[in-house]
């Protein structure tokens, strides 16, 4: 059974608890299991997540050409 996504962004809220300031972006990642963050200059995409079949550990490609707001929002999504 595949996890909501509603659920996950609600569980990685209550650990978090109210803050200040800009959310951890890299750090949720690696707890995730997120176990590489690329910035490479691709074209026709913003990112991408490839993940192994079981979904146990999982890379993020963003594209370096886009500017640093854009990129921050395709990793955190």
């Known amino acids: 059974m595949e996890p909501k996504p509603e659920k996950l962004a ?3 809220h209550r650990q978090l608890g109210e803050r200040d300031g800009p959310v951890p972006v890299h750090a949720i990642a690696r707890v995730l299991d997120i176990v590489e963050i690329r910035q490479e200059p691709i074209a026709n995409l913003e990112g991408a997540l490839i993940t192994t079949p079981e979904r146990d550990i999982g890379h993020i490609l963003v ?3 886009s500017s640093w707001q854009r990129r921050r929002y395709s990793l955190s999504h």
């Open 63 to 65: 594209n370096a050409n």
């Open 10 to 12: 609600a569980a990685i």
